[in-house]
């Protein structure tokens, strides 16, 4: 059995675009990056401590996770604490260049595979009025950086795959998947 341990739905649409059967279990517990070890290591830490937790309950699965950050000029913007938050994240991306980062884990019995995948996004110049009326949509606050790609005009162009900004890499995914040993 494959287990989600998410509760994106953006994670679980794209598991499903990849054909896969799998059920759905969130890790419950807070995200804690230790930035002494580097953005990567720290994510990948993030995405492992969510895998291990789900493994708890489901020792025999195969249990994939994925944690999803945005950076600009290497410091993590998160997910948004308040609208004025959102709003003062979306004025730093605007007319700018960040990157999107997504530590994807799996782990299945005694294997652990640890991936994270970058992609550059490119923001057009945002009004006032571009971010206020998206920020009062109430969209942002579940997401990484305070917008959703895929929902939003405010990207002009990517550099890497889409599926990582919105929240896992499916050709990672893929070819992990081919490597886990049943
Ligand atoms: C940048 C960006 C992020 N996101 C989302 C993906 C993730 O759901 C979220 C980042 O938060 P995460 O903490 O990675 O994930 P989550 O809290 O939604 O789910 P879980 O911890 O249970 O796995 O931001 C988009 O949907 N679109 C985007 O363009």
């Known amino acids: 059995m494959i287990v989600l341990a998410s509760k994106s739905p953006r994670r679980k649409e794209i598991l499903k675009d990849l054909g896969y059967d799998f059920i759905v279990c969130p890790a419950k517990k807070d995200e804690v990056f230790d930035l002494s070890l ?33 950076c600009l000029n290497q410091k993590i913007l998160g997910k948004p604490k308040s609208k004025e938050d959102a709003i003062k994240t979306l004025n730093a991306l605007s007319n700018r260049r960040h990157q999107v980062k997504t530590g994807v884990c799996v782990i299945y019995k005694k294997q652990t595979f640890l991936h994270v ?8 110049k945002l009004t006032e009025q571009d971010i206020i009326s998206y920020v009062n949509s109430g969209k942002c606050m579940d997401k990484a950086g305070s917008y959703g790609i895929q929902e ?31």
């Open 117 to 124: 995948e970058t992609t550059d996004v490119y923001f057009k």
């Open 38 to 70: 580097g953005l990567d290591e720290a994510l990948k830490k993030v995405a492992e401590s969510k895998a291990k937790e789900v493994r708890e309950f489901y020792s025999d699965s195969i249990i994939i996770s994925a944690d999803t950050i945005v």
């Open 152 to 182: 939003c005009d405010f990207v002009d162009h990517i550099e890497g795959d889409y599926t990582n900004v919105v929240g896992l890499p499916k050709y990672v995914v893929e070819s992990i998947m081919k490597d886990v040993a049943l």
